[in-house]
């Protein structure tokens, strides 16, 4: 282990120590090969704004961040045909036997399922045509028919907000429960697919993490937690409670209890398109719209790209970007396959330390972040511009002793 790696795992060691707990692996049990069925799906995604972070710190000729961190518990997904498909971002990815994890819509998709349950992956996204790089980590766990709450809780709900009077739709079909606002008004996010437990209760979270940083001048990383649970009356109706809290950027509120109230309703009470979809049509019609989208040309990426190079003692990247100026493409391109180095030596930082607390997560998180930034020390082993799409494609290597 070179010097930067003992004193990242001794720093994290330290923080450690101060809680004796440990956090339990998902289940136990070994999941590969990954077998058909449903699945908790609890995971952080981080978004990294790559093209505007290079563009501003060429005009402020400083080191820029932009991120923005969602996390989520209490999702559920399925696994079937060697892909599951992302309820919240519409993501179908591939894990083999070995749990390779790749993604046919997009080449650059590539991770990892570990047999204890924990994933992780990484890509490029251009939105608005600004490149974009996407980390998401996270557990999976198997959701057997006893996890579950049975069919007494099966039925259609109509839920109030008791302060704001806002309603929405719940449908509750097989132990899962989904929803939308009956108004059609924009939520500000994706509502997903909870897991109903077999007492009916309801408990979910979802974080929002953002963080802006201009060098020295300017830090800004604040986040809104939002926070349900509640409670299921078979054939009755439904209690709900919501919190949110905001924090960072000198906030530090919690906003008033959303209480929401909800009974049962008949049949033909609302027109069936109203009726949120059951998980079940959800995945189907998802997969389904996934499948219709064009697909990638193997042919236009050099093999390296496609299947990235495998040696003991380093880790390796590849970033890609289409733009006609092949100096600027190649540096964004550069560019994103540095933030995936970093963020894979974030994944090989934690599998080397012991697991950690609850209570001390988010500290060893944060610093394991800013350790593996700050230890980036790669080398570019391949460069190619692919003339007829104006694509630049670059590899990228690093030791990891």
């Known amino acids: 282990m070179n010097k930067n790696y003992r004193f990242i795992f001794l720093s994290i060691l330290i923080l450690i120590c101060l809680s004796c707990a440990s956090v339990k692996n998902a289940g136990g049990k070994a999941l590969l090969p990954m077998k058909t069925g449903w699945y908790l799906y609890e995971f952080e995604r981080t978004f990294k704004g790559i093209e ?85 980590k996270g557990t999976l766990r198997p959701l057997s028919a006893e996890d579950r709450a049975g069919g007494e809780y099966d039925g259609v709900y109509q839920m109030t907000d008791s302060g704001t009077k806002r309603k929405q739709l719940v449908n509750i079909k097989d132990g899962f429960y989904t929803w939308k606002y009956i108004d059609g008004e924009e939520t500000g996010f994706t509502p997903w697919p909870l897991l109903v437990h077999p007492d009916g209760s309801i408990v979910s979270s979802m974080e929002i993490i953002t963080v802006i940083e201009m060098g020295e001048l300017s830090k800004t990383n604040y986040s809104t937690n939002f926070s349900m649970k509640g409670k299921i009356v078979p054939g009755q109706g439904i209690s709900m409670e919501e919190v949110s809290r905001s924090a960072g950027a ?152």
């Open 52 to 136: 505007d972070e290079y563009n501003l710190s060429l005009t402020t000729k400083m080191k820029i961040i932009q991120e923005l961190t969602w996390k989520y518990t209490g999702v559920v997904c399925y696994f079937e045909d060697g892909v599951f498909y992302d309820p919240v971002t519409g993501i179908e990815l591939s894990i083999d036997n070995e749990g390779q994890i790749s993604c046919t819509e997009n080449i650059s998709i590539k991770g990892r399922q570990e047999k204890n349950g924990r994933f992780f992956w990484s890509g490029l996204k251009e939105e608005h045509g600004r490149l974009n790089s996407i980390f998401v």
């Open 250 to 401: 000198l906030q530090d509120q919690r906003d008033a209890k959303h209480i929401y109230a909800g009974t049962m309703i008949r049949s033909g009470e609302y027109p069936n398109e109203a009726i949120p979809a059951d998980i079940e049509n959800l995945v189907k019609s998802g997969r389904a719209a996934i499948k219709k989208e064009p697909k990638p040309n193997p042919a236009k990426y050099p093999s390296w790209y496609i299947k990235l190079p495998v040696k003991h003692g380093f880790i390796y990247a590849a970033g890609e970007k289409t733009f006609a100026v092949q100096k600027t493409a190649f540096a964004l391109a550069e560019a994103a396959a540095a933030a995936n180095i970093a963020e894979q030596i974030q994944i090989h930082i934690e599998s080397s330390i012991m697991e950690v607390s609850d209570n001390n997560k988010t500290r060893i998180d944060e610093r394991i972040k800013t350790e593996a930034v700050q230890q980036l020390n790669y080398k570019i082993i391949e460069r190619y511009y692919n003339e007829e799409t104006r694509t630049a494609f670059i590899l990228v290597e690093m030791a990891l002793e």
